[in-house]
């Protein structure tokens, strides 16, 4: 049904978010197409995470809405866009720490999806994921005892269980060496290969220039550039509310 | 590995069991042991309903609430229209239900600390109303005289739960090792596991598809149920409730000081708990220091708490899984 007609993967229109009086997002709108990967950059409390929070549910908007393939999924609540095919990565890993890998994988795999669409072997599925992430090794250990970035690519593999078509990476490459950003970036291609629509947040631009198809620029809770990623990184808007931040703080 | 441990835990089980059911037989005169056992599987039945809830990682400080609802709802309604008590129980259930409703309303924001303090406070309306309501409860005057249950008849073989004391200790005996078994199928059902994602990080276990609030309002529903149920069938059993008696902090707190002793992530924790617990106070500190013997409970939390923060039952599993 919804190859016939074109629909965007994800829209937002108008979305704004306050917090105490402060306004977190103003007026933010953008348009994410099918297989798409876009990043959305922008210095610390741009308001980045909140966007990923309003997409997925965990937060509501003031104003605005927001549609996923057609669908105003503003006001639903998070398991039910989990379920429509939203998945999202914390920043800081939120892993069930007294739960083995294995176990947290199988949550999303239980339930990711409404009934008719489950699993009919669950556990195969959530192996094959922690194999895909590469932890294979560590099955059966619990959460918390996992490494920080080991917790992160748990994070991956669990809301891969949950067979979204849209997902939303928050900083996955934050403090990973080079070759474990080299194995990132081959993953989410491959995830792109695979049918799916990425949205990253990527604070140190790691992953960004390498991977995206456009960038969108957020400087305290409005878009102030969207294009190609050449463009925007040259943008002097960019420079200004990024890069200067980053200077100032002495980076 | 797993299946050596359920298997020594399956032996551990029946043993004791075993012993539950025939050691009466061997007693001359087992009324004191009847009369403690009976109210360690009553509280036993309690830490298994209480902990229904607490499995979702909230601490509540209030099942009082349902409990002295439920014992009310029962015992008015049995003395207003005669109904029979095996009907009325469950009516005390459902009043206990109710107010977990609107406790799911009310408090579906607040977590930790503040929750429990939320459950602590609102323990005091049902039993304000009650103390004051004069006219149809009885106010601080309390109901004497609760019929008890009936005997039942099965051709020749009779229950007299009213009257004898062997007859209340099997029967609760059975009530607790039915609400255990419901306690350990919640645990190992589907929505379990979604309690137990909910326990461990909620806004994670929402994103990964689970229905967060169902999960919460459920477990709670089914606890205020239960517990209710228990007020009830203590009613009937004891024959005299007064608001005092079953909205106190003795009825809230006990049932969280066995199941956190035993442990409460284990299916088997709040039984350990109240098997071990209560005999011990009743039997040996009650002779002992017959005042102040309630302070055992003080002292084992404490302990549990700096010490073995998983409980007992998570200990023994540890030491089982060893040999």
């Known amino acids: 049904m919804a190859a016939a007609t074109h629909k965007s993967c994800l829209e937002l229109h108008h979305i704004s978010v306050q917090f105490e009086r402060q306004s977190a997002l103003r007026d933010v709108s953008l348009v994410v197409e099918e297989q798409e990967i876009v990043s959305v950059i922008g210095p610390n409390g741009a308001g980045k995470t909140t966007l990923f929070n309003v997409i997925c549910g965990q937060l509501k908007p003031a104003e605005g809405s927001v549609y996923f393939k057609g669908c105003d999924i503003t006001l639903w609540p998070a398991h039910r866009i989990c379920h429509a095919g939203v998945a999202r990565t914390f920043q800081i890993a939120r892993p069930f720490p007294e739960m083995s890998v294995l176990e947290n994988v199988l949550i999303g795999v239980w339930f990711g999806k409404k009934k008719q669409q489950r699993s009919l072997f669950p556990a195969e599925e959530a192996k094959e994921l922690i194999h895909l ?11 918390k005892h996992l490494t920080l970035s080991e917790q ?11 067979k979204p078509r849209l997902l939303l990476l928050d900083e996955i490459a934050a403090g990973l060496s080079p070759q474990a950003i ?21 604070h140190f631009l790691a992953l960004t220039s390498k991977v995206s198809d456009r960038l969108i620029a957020l400087d305290q809770g409005e878009i102030i550039v969207e294009g190609n990623p050449g463009e925007v990184l040259q943008s002097a808007e960019v420079v200004a509310a990024y890069l200067g931040e980053r200077q100032q703080k002495g980076f | 590995m797993v299946s050596k441990t359920t298997t020594h835990a399956a032996v551990l089980f029946s043993i004791i069991l075993l012993f539950l059911v025939l050691w009466p037989a061997v007693l001359n005169d087992a009324s004191i042991y009847y009369r403690v056992m009976t109210m360690a599987f009553f509280y036993g039945a309690l830490a298994f309903t209480w902990n229904l809830h607490a499995l979702t990682g909230s601490i509540s400080l209030g099942h009082a609430a349902f409990f002295g609802l439920g014992a009310y709802g029962s015992a008015l309604l ?17 009043t206990g239900a109710l107010y977990g409703f609107f406790w799911n309303i009310t408090f579906d924001k607040l977590r930790g600390a503040r929750l429990a303090l939320a459950t602590l406070a609102s323990v005091e309306i049902p039993k304000v109303i009650i103390d004051n309501w004069d006219s149809f409860t009885f106010g601080s005057m309390g109901l004497v005289g609760i019929n008890t249950f009936p005997a039942l008849r099965f051709g020749s073989f009779v229950v007299a739960p009213g009257e ?5 200790y099997y029967l609760l005996l059975s009530f607790m090792l039915l609400i255990g078994l419901l306690h350990w199928q919640v645990i190992r059902s589907r929505w379990g596991w979604a309690i137990r994602a909910v326990r461990e990080d909620e806004t994670a276990a929402s994103m990964l598809g689970v229905n967060t609030t169902g999960a919460r309002w459920w477990a709670l529903l089914l606890s205020a149920f239960l517990t209710g149920l228990c007020g009830a069938i203590y009613a009937h059993l004891i024959g005299l409730i007064e608001p005092s008696l079953v909205f106190s902090l003795h009825i809230s707190a006990l049932p969280l000081v066995l199941t956190i002793f035993g442990g409460r992530y284990q299916y088997y924790g709040p039984l350990l708990g109240s098997l071990i617990l209560y005999p011990l106070d009743q039997l040996l500190l009650h002779s002992l220091i017959p005042v102040g013997h309630a ?4 002292l084992v939390i404490i302990f549990t708490l700096l010490f073995l923060p998983q409980g007992i039952g998570a200990w023994l599993q540890q030491r089982i899984r060893a040999v």
């Open chain 2, 164 to 168: 004898s004391l062997r007859a209340q």
């Open chain 2, 295 to 298: 302070i055992i409970y003080g």
């Open chain 2, 78 to 94: 049995n003395y207003y229209t005669q109904t029979s008590p095996y009907v009325t129980i469950l009516f005390g259930g459902a």
């Open chain 1, 182 to 202: 080299k194995e990132a970036v081959e993953l989410v291609k491959t995830l792109r290969k695979r049918g799916l629509t990425v949205m990253l947040i990527d």
């Open chain 1, 152 to 162: 992160r690519r748990l994070e991956v593999a669990r809301a891969l269980a949950t």
């Open chain 1, 133 to 143: 992430v590469g932890l294979s090794h560590k099955s059966h250990s619990a959460a």
